[in-house]
T-cell receptor, first 112, second 112 residues
Framework: DAGVTQSPTHLIKTRGQQVTLRCSPK?????VSWYQQALGQGPQFIFQ???????QRGNFPDRFSGHQYPNYSSELNVNALLLGDSALYLC???????????FGDGTRLSIL | QKEVEQDPGPLSVPEGAIVSLNCTYS??????FMWYRQYSRKGPELLMY????GNKEDGRFTAQVDKSSKYISLFIRDSQPSDSATYLC????????????FGAGTRLFVKA
């Protein structure tokens, strides 16, 4: 039973560029949430997708956007990258909006 | 004041000790309480998921929730070196959307 998978595992970008991160949820899960985790901090909620729509959003600017596909996989897009966007980006999936979330191992994004 | 407060540690204990990890929170709307374990360079792994107040036990782990005090705990019995990791508390509820809020995490070291 495949768990949550994320790609790529590492990524290096420069300021001002755009990036797309990908997530495949755990088999049977239909809800995907994205988190940003800075070094030494807990994950910060970015947004959640269910039935291909953004259902919840945290305190992140519009530069952060996402998408969910009919097969429940999801993408996180970040435009106009800033140095402060350097972090571990985690995807979590669940069966339903307020159910236990299972995490992938994340994409480590470094901005130069 | 942060919605969820968690002592970052580090906490160092000898093998076999009972470990107590705690979080406090300010939002009385939180109803769902989780504990995650995160190893270095990995995503968070769900350990415990509880609803409302009370205790829940799973093997060597016991989660306690005291909603009247806005205080949650995780106890680890017979701690092992393999328990060395960062432990994250998390909670959610109908706070104008079911966003999951994480604590900053406590780093635990279990010495052989």
């Amino acid at each position: 039973d495949a768990g949550v998978t994320q790609s790529p595992t590492h990524l290096i970008k420069t300021r001002g560029q755009q990036v797309t991160l990908r997530c495949s949820p755990k088999s049977g899960h239909d809800t995907v949430s994205w988190y940003q985790q800075a070094l030494g901090q807990g994950p910060q909620f970015i947004f959640q997708y269910y039935e291909e729509e953004e259902r919840q959003r945290g305190n992140f600017p519009d530069r952060f956007s996402g998408h969910q596909y009919p097969n429940y996989s999801s993408e996180l897009n970040v435009n106009a990258l800033l140095l402060g966007d350097s972090a571990l980006y985690l995807c979590a999936s669940s069966l339903g909006i307020n159910q236990p979330q299972h995490f992938g191992d994340g994409t480590r994004l470094s901005i130069l | 004041q942060k919605e969820v407060e968690q002592d970052p540690g580090p906490l160092s204990v000898p093998e076999g000790a009972i470990v107590s990890l705690n979080c406090t929170y300010s939002n009385s709307a939180f109803q769902y309480f989780m504990w995650y374990r995160q190893y270095s360079r990995k995503g968070p792994e769900l350990l415990m998921y509880t609803y409302s107040s009370g205790n829940k036990e799973d093997g060597r782990f016991t989660a306690q929730v005291d909603k009247s005090s806005k205080y949650i705990s995780l106890f680890i019995r017979d701690s092992q070196p393999s328990d060395s990791a960062t432990y994250l508390c998390a909670m959610s509820g109908n706070t104008g959307g079911f966003k999951t809020i994480f604590g900053a995490g406590t780093r635990l070291f279990v010495k052989a």
